[in-house]
């Protein structure tokens, strides 16, 4: 059964001159229980996708259906059925506890008691939201509170979780306890989760399945692998060593690029089809002693402008 | 989720006591400029100082309760640009109810409480008669005179659908409501008389019931029996404002910020 | 030694450059401008209304207030709403709560001139936009008695810097109480209903009561918004008006800079 559904869907903006194409007949469609990757440049029509999903913006043409329903029209009944995290906006009472958001979000949600207590005891366990669960949310870290904000959207235990841009809660995402939380919160209630970024590697760790949207259109859409062997992109390998080294011998789909700073900063870049990340660092590892490593993924723009030449060719 | 709210001001005692002394305060300055005017002039507007007292601790009443509840709508503007309204838009309660109840500003019990105080003593030394179509009338003017302010909120509240940079042209219909409706109508040139009764019925929260418990001669085109007209033109208002209101957020989703 | 002061001049240079800014920042706002004519327009046609009442109901004579002249005083009034600072904002004591003081102190211009610059900067836009329409409906709707010399007007304008000058530097005071006190908020709130009520934007301060208009004379409010109305209509000496802003300007000026210097060298030895 398809939680998303859409058809054609389009939207428009009206600008002081002309219009703009902010979304073009995108198709769309999402299994209950998939999660899903929605990745774009700035400005590429991922929030408009967004809006529209969620029933804060009309659509221009095309259809939309979200768990089923119009959203426009039954914007309030599908809130019951989502939960939507905003990276840049917080929905939690800014001058309460935390706790205080989550009793209100449920009595928004006119959950029984008997239901909405476990459901957050629960979220709290889990997110080990417990130490911070009495101070006002002014007072909580990025982290913290980006936490408290996915539990918010998780309270009414909803079919469907938006994660809007998380950007600030990166750290948070990356976490192997996150990640299985949510995988376990898939598995037990099959909840859909749809993450939208602009950074690969996010979406790399949570979902299988990944949509790159461009000028409102799905340049892209497949597996993490099919997007490594369509784009050929190289991630790159920045490691810190204790020791200076001239060279090293790597394993093959991995390069070399360069050596800095007088020899105890190695630059590598490699294809993530052909070596993963972890060979990759073991090979190292074994070579010299490494003090510090970074991963950086291949920029969007650069996937999207790969993806358009390939299809070219 | 009210009481959540109504908690986190009182958290802050020391400056919830100066908040509620300043609400105080810019109540009695207004009515200083009543006191002024007739100091000046014995008689303004039709009306002798007590009578004009009426009109005053009525209406700060009957708005220091609507500015209580609804005058958090002078800020949609702000949650617009924000991005804040569409945090609200995806819970599945209606969103004014969420704008109302994100600050319910118990500070503005200040001014209700100087408007009641004034009220009272004034129909208490004008010897108002205490019949029972008076004392309903007493009871029930601060009332319909709070429905047509929070009306009036909610329409300024409307208006920055459409004027997101110009929120300041709904304080004409708020602001400028309440200012009119502290005064005697009678004072008022003609052409702002009639458009601050059929326009923005503010004439009718305080002016026209005070009128007719004191006994002051009402200037054209009130009539006695528009005393009563407060709660009926309130609940008009009200379905008119209702339908500006969906207006303004099917406006926003149209056009999407 | 190296390091040279700047001249005088370009320090005046910079200043300038700071009011021309917030100027131009002001005048971007179109449909702002537009709503708040429109607010201006309702609220001077209803203070019209019940000043003409009180006329009338006085017998045709204020304090020396014809009629004519206390319509006049309305829109005069109408043109310096907006431009005359008494809005409670307490965007300074914000800035010196968050620490951003330092980014003002680090401009090689004094912290106050600087401020001052860019609030006489905006309150030149905010009168550039509003006087002619306000004069021109108040001559259409109730009338004026505006002077016909030019020099009459030049000193009204004069008048119109000093009192916005005089009253950002009461909102300044209030603000930098916030080097010492936690939250400077509800003093503000206080002040500016204060200064509100006796700056003489109700009703012109000569119509109080005895008592309550002995009190006003004693205090620097009627200076930052009646004093300018007064010399454009011709009420009293305009020489007077002018002299006594000048010598609250200078006091309030003193005041300023011994809180500023102190709550600065606390805050530089404390760190915040």
Not at chain 2, 63 to 73: E, K, P, S, T
Not at chain 3, 233 to 249: K, N, R, Y
Request: charged fraction near 15%; aromatic fraction near 8%.
């Amino acid at each position: 059964m398809a939680i998303i559904e859409t058809s054609a869907l389009t939207r428009d903006y009206r600008r002081r001159r002309g219009t703009l194409r902010a979304l073009d007949a995108l198709d769309l469609s999402v299994r209950a229980g998939e999660a899903i990757g929605y990745l774009g440049a700035n400005g590429s029509g991922k929030s408009t996708t967004i809006k529209l999903l969620t029933g804060i913006l009309t659509p221009t043409a095309g259809t939309v259906r979200t768990c089923g329903l119009d959203p426009v029209p039954a914007r309030r009944r599908l809130a019951r059925r989502i939960g939507v995290v905003f990276g840049q906006r917080s929905v939690l009472w800014w001058d309460l506890p935390l706790w205080d958001s989550f009793a209100i979000l449920a009595a928004m949600h006119r959950l029984p008691e008997g239901v909405w207590r476990p459901r957050v005891a629960m979220l709290v366990e889990e997110l080990a939201l417990g130490e911070f669960l009495a101070q006002p949310v002014r007072e909580l870290s990025l982290g913290q509170r980006m936490r408290g904000e996915i539990a918010a959207a998780l309270v009414h235990a909803p079919e469907l979780l938006v994660l809007d841009e998380p950007t600030i809660g990166l750290d948070v995402l990356s976490k192997n306890a996150l990640r299985e939380f949510l995988q376990r919160e898939r598995n037990e209630r099959g909840t859909t989760l749809f993450l939208t970024t602009h950074d690969l590697g996010d979406v790399q760790r949570l979902c299988e399945r990944m949509v790159i949207i461009d000028h409102g259109r799905a340049a892209f859409d497949g597996t993490a692998a099919d997007l490594a062997r369509v784009t050929g992109a190289e991630r790159v390998l920045v490691a810190d060593l204790a020791e200076p080294v001239d060279s090293l011998d790597l394993p093959p789909g991995a390069r070399l690029d360069a050596v800095e700073a007088a020899g105890h900063r190695v630059r590598l870049s490699f294809r993530p089809g052909e070596v993963s990340a972890a060979a990759l660092f073991a090979s190292v590892a074994g070579q010299a002693r490494v003090d510090d490593l970074t991963l950086t993924e291949p920029a969007i723009e650069d996937l999207v402008a790969r993806i358009y030449t390939r299809s070219a060719e | 989720m009210l009481s959540a709210r109504l908690r986190s001001q009182v958290v802050y005692r020391g400056s919830f006591a100066g908040d509620l002394l300043a609400q105080a305060l810019l109540s009695v300055t207004e009515f200083v400029e009543v006191y002024v005017l007739l100091h000046n002039a014995p008689v303004f507007g039709g009306m002798t100082l007590v009578q004009a007292c009426v009109v005053y601790g009525l209406s700060s009443m009957a708005f220091g309760l609507a500015d209580m509840v609804f005058g958090q709508l002078d800020t949609v503007n702000v949650a617009i640009r924000t991005g804040q309204l569409e945090t609200l838009l995806v819970r599945p309660v209606p969103l004014l109810l969420q704008l109302i109840t994100a600050d319910v500003q118990l500070r503005r019990l200040g001014r209700v409480s100087t408007g009641l105080l004034i009220y009272v003593w004034s129909l208490c030394y004008a010897q108002v008669p205490l019949d029972g179509a008076g004392l309903a009338l007493i009871v029930s003017a601060p009332l319909a005179g709070m429905l047509i302010f929070g009306a009036l909120f909610v329409a300024a509240g409307s208006l920055q659908f459409w004027l997101i940079d110009g929120a300041q042209a709904g304080n004409t219909i708020t602001y400028g409501g309440r200012y009119v409706a502290s005064m005697p109508a009678g004072a008022l040139l003609l052409p702002v008389r009639v458009f601050f009764t059929f326009v923005v019925p503010a004439t009718l929260v305080a002016y026209v019931p005070a009128a007719v418990l004191t006994g002051a001669e009402l200037v054209w085109p009130f009539q006695p029996a528009m005393a009563w007209l407060g709660l009926p033109v309130a609940v008009l208002l009200w379905a008119v404002v209702g339908l500006l209101w969906r207006a303004g957020v099917r406006r926003y989703t149209g056009a999407g910020g | 030694m190296t390091n040279t002061e700047p001249s005088r001049l370009s320090r005046v240079r910079a200043l300038w450059e700071l009011a021309a800014a917030s100027f131009r920042r002001q005048l971007r706002y179109r449909v702002a401008i537009v709503a708040t004519m429109v607010t201006n327009v309702v609220f001077g046609l209803v203070r019209a209304s019940l000043l003409l009442a009180a006329v009338a109901g006085a017998g045709g004579m204020i304090a020396g207030y014809d009629a004519l002249q206390a319509s006049t005083y309305v829109w005069l009034g109408q043109c310096l709403v907006g431009v005359i600072p008494m809005w409670a904002s307490s965007e300074l004591a914000q800035r010196i709560k968050a620490g951003d003081i330092a980014v003002d102190l680090l401009r090689p211009v004094p912290p106050a001139g600087g401020w001052l610059a860019a609030e006489l900067g905006r309150a030149a836009s905010a009168l550039l936009v509003r006087v002619a329409p306000m004069l021109a409906l108040g001559a259409i709707t109730t009338g004026l008695a505006i002077p016909g010399h030019a020099g009459d007007w030049l000193l009204g304008l004069l008048s119109v810097a000093l009192a916005v000058t005089l009253a950002f530097q009461g909102w300044l005071l209030v603000n930098l109480a916030a080097l010492w006190v936690l939250e400077v908020r509800g003093y503000l709130n206080l002040y500016m209903i204060v200064m509100n009520l006796l700056c003489g934007l109700f009703v012109p301060v000569s119509w109080f009561p005895d008592w309550l208009y002995a009190i006003t004379l004693a205090t620097p409010f009627p200076s930052m918004f009646q004093a300018p109305i007064n010399v454009v209509l011709g009420t009293g000496s305009p020489w007077l008006a002018l002299g006594v802003q000048l010598a609250w300007v200078a006091g309030l000026g003193l005041a300023t800079q011994v809180v500023l210097r102190r709550g600065l060298t606390r805050m530089v030895v404390q760190g915040g």
